[in-house]
């Protein structure tokens, strides 16, 4: 079972182009977590959110708690900004170390 | 600040061979975490440590055993190798502890770990 969707799972876009990257978890969470990993392997952690929104620079990210939905925006969007996005979740009932991954959404952006 | 310190960067065992990898972080974190990558899956817990002195199974244990050595460092061991733990192994901190997950995770560069 996938507790963590994520979609699309690639995506193309052009430089310039707004972005949306769609994480639908079926479980009560208490925190939701996106993340960045680079081509070359690293991951850096981008939003931590429990309700709202949050923004970073031309990084948006929401989450409807009632709808278990998040969505990841990116505005403007620049080459530098290909990447695979990672959306987890911290599951009320799961286990205390667990945080339950989405397998990721592949962006590319060309110039 | 260096963050989360991964090494080695890249190996390859024999079936059977036995390695540590090593993780350090320089940010004064309590809890600090040990995950596996693999192709088409999503990131999954090996291992975790909520503080100094304390080690707990996450999701795919086997096969693996850990040392917090002390609050800085977090190691992983492979006893006797076996070519499903070919993976990339990530470790990661945090400044909370791990049944809230209310801080960011930082993360280190990877481990890109082949057993023939």
């Known amino acids: 079972k996938n507790e963590v969707e994520q979609s699309p799972q690639n995506l193309t876009a052009q430089e310039g182009e707004f972005i949306t990257i769609n994480c639908s978890y079926s479980v009560g969470i208490s925190a939701l977590h996106w993340l960045q990993q680079h081509p070359g392997g690293g991951i850096v952690s981008l939003f931590m959110?429990?309700?709202g929104k949050k923004k970073h620079g031309r990084l948006i990210a929401t989450i409807n708690i009632q709808e278990k939905h998040s969505s990841l925006h990116i505005t403007a969007s620049h080459p530098r900004d290909s990447a695979v996005y990672i959306c987890a979740v911290k599951d009320y009932g799961g286990s205390q170390g667990n945080l339950i991954f989405g397998k990721g959404t592949k962006l590319s952006v060309k110039p | 600040n260096a963050g989360v310190t991964q090494n080695p960067k890249f190996q390859v065992l024999k079936t059977g061979q036995s390695m540590t990898l090593q993780c350090a972080q320089d940010?004064?974190?309590?809890?600090m975490y040990w995950y596996r990558q693999d192709p088409g899956m999503g990131l999954r817990l090996i291992y975790y440590s909520a503080s100094e002195g304390t080690t707990d199974k996450g999701e795919v244990p086997n096969g693996y055993n850990v040392s917090r050595l002390n609050k800085r460092e977090f190691s992983l061991r492979l006893e006797s190798a076996a070519p499903s733990q070919t993976s990339v192994y990530f470790c990661?901190?945090?400044?909370?502890?791990?049944?809230?997950?209310?801080?960011?995770?930082?993360f280190g560069n990877g481990t890109r770990l082949t057993v023939t």
């Open positions: 940010m004064n974190h309590n809890s």
């Open positions: 959110l429990s309700s």
């Open positions: 990661a901190s945090s400044e909370a502890v791990p049944r809230s997950y209310n801080s960011p995770l930082h």
